[in-house]
């Protein structure tokens, strides 16, 4: 089978994984799972791919939010999409974090542990803005959070099903570097 080039196929994984997100998203009526795009994003691509990912899932959860479920443009609503926008990053960079302080482990090891790092830095960069905000408290009862982490684990392990789909397919995920240095690590 011919393989794809990197970069065509870095992006159609990129929106393939966006647009699994956003379809989820939709059909559960929960927010974007960034977590589960974090942890997905550090145990396959570049830094910089995660980055793209976490700004795509981003910007189309906004245009979903504006567009389709009429959020009101006023100045409170504005400050949400930035306070998800960081902790979207800051759940990709604990997710790399956790995957490389497991880098000796088992590879289902490691994308347990950048799901929980992703999930962790997730909920704790959302924290910080409700503290700023001193709005939406209610987000860490504990029935809430431990429903979020099993919904967004579920998640994780579907988007990993359809990346495992794609890798079949043919679409390389990974550069050939970044996969050896992945792998090494």
């Excluded at 691509?45 to 980055?51: P, T």
């Excluded at 306070?83 to 990053?89: D, N």
Aim: net charge positive; charged share 10%.
């Amino acid at each position: 089978m011919t393989t794809l080039s990197d970069a065509f196929a870095r992006n159609i994984w990129i929106g393939t994984m966006a647009t699994v997100s956003t379809v989820t998203s939709l059909l559960l009526a929960c927010a974007t799972p960034f977590p589960s795009l974090a942890a997905l994003a550090a145990t396959n691509v570049s830094r910089r791919d995660g980055m793209v990912l976490m700004f795509v899932a981003w910007f189309a959860a906004q245009a979903v939010g504006f567009i389709v479920h009429g959020f009101p443009f006023e100045p409170a609503s504005m400050v949400w999409p930035f306070a998800l926008g960081t902790a979207a990053v800051g759940s990709l960079l604990a997710a790399e974090f956790a995957r490389q302080s497991m880098a000796s482990t088992h590879a289902l090891l490691r994308a347990g542990g950048a799901y929980i790092g992703a999930f962790a830095g997730f909920k704790l960069g959302i924290l910080l803005w409700v503290s700023l905000l001193d709005h939406g408290w209610a987000a860490f009862s504990a029935d809430i959070m431990l429903r979020q982490f099993v919904r967004y684990g579920a998640i994780f392990a579907g988007m990993a099903a359809v990346q495992y789909a794609l890798t079949r397919l043919g679409v390389r995920v990974a550069s050939d570097r970044y996969a050896r240095a992945a792998s090494a690590a």
